[in-house]
T-cell receptor, first 119, second 112 residues
Framework: NAGVTQTPKFQVLKTGQSMTLQCAQD?????MSWYRQDPGMGLRLIHY???????DQGEVPNGYNVSRSTTEDFPLRLLSAAPSQTSVYFC??????????????????FGPGTRLTVT | AQRVTQPEKLLSVFKGAPVELKCNYS??????LFWYVQYSRQRLQLLLR??SRESIKGFTADLNKGETSFHLKKPFAQEEDSAMYYC??????????????FGQGTILTVHP
């Protein structure tokens, strides 16, 4: 299993440009999410999805769009990049049902991250 | 609203010394708490979860509902423990399974 993969690893954008950060997982996890990591702020949830066709907003959704057409993929779109979106972005996935999680907790598996700089 | 607070941004100890990384939470339901760790140039990974009551790499964490805390402890720190540590809270009673709220993170440095 490749686990959770993210592309690209690094990206530099100019203000106003748009782009899509890719995330894929091969563990058949229902739940996928996007976080941004900023110094002193920890990880903040941007958007999440509990299954194909279902998405919802997290703590900091403004300026980002998501869609979930398949179980495996969960791309994050920046509509019009702003310097405030300079950050490291992490995608994560997990089971979303108690039974599939082995009756235990919902461990999240993280991707390697995408470092985005907006100038 | 649920919240996780890690009061220390930076924590430095010497090898062999005890270490405690603090985590406090606010949540009205039944909390499910985790510690995640990010070593240098590695991805974020689960260290331990409170329901397992396990010890991983010598670390333990006990949920104290009275003090709403989930502090991470290790009696004898090692240099390889140097990393960023995040405390995280999951809504175990709702429908948003897997939706985590993270603390601000603590960078632990263990000096030789």
């Amino acid at each position: 299993n490749a686990g959770v993969t993210q592309t690209p690893k690094f990206q530099v954008l100019k203000t106003g440009q748009s782009m899509t950060l890719q995330c894929a997982q091969d563990m058949n996890h229902e739940y996928m999410s996007w976080y941004r990591q900023d110094p002193g702020m920890g990880l903040r949830l941007i958007h999440y999805s509990v299954g194909a066709g279902i998405t919802d907003q997290g703590e900091v959704p403004n300026g980002y769009n998501v869609s979930r057409s398949t179980t495996e993929d969960f791309p994050l779109r920046l509509l019009s990049a702003a310097p405030s979106q300079t950050s490291v972005y992490f995608c994560a996935s997990s089971y979303s049902t108690w039974a599939l999680a082995g009756g235990g907790s919902y461990e999240q598996y993280f991707g390697p991250g995408t470092r985005l700089t907006v100038t | 609203a649920q919240r996780v607070t890690q009061p220390e941004k930076l924590l430095s100890v010497f090898k062999g010394a005890p270490v405690e990384l603090k985590c406090n939470y606010s949540y009205s339901g039944s909390p499910e708490l985790f510690w995640y760790v990010q070593y240098s140039r590695q991805r974020l990974q689960l260290l331990l979860r409170h329901i397992s009551r396990e010890s991983i790499k010598g670390f333990t964490a006990d949920l104290n509902k009275g003090e709403t805390s989930f502090h991470l402890k290790k009696p004898f720190a090692q240099e390889e423990d140097s990393a960023m540590y995040y405390c995280a809270l999951n809504n175990s009673g709702g429908t948003s399974y897997g939706k985590l709220t993270f603390g601000q993170g603590t960078i632990l440095t263990v000096h030789p």
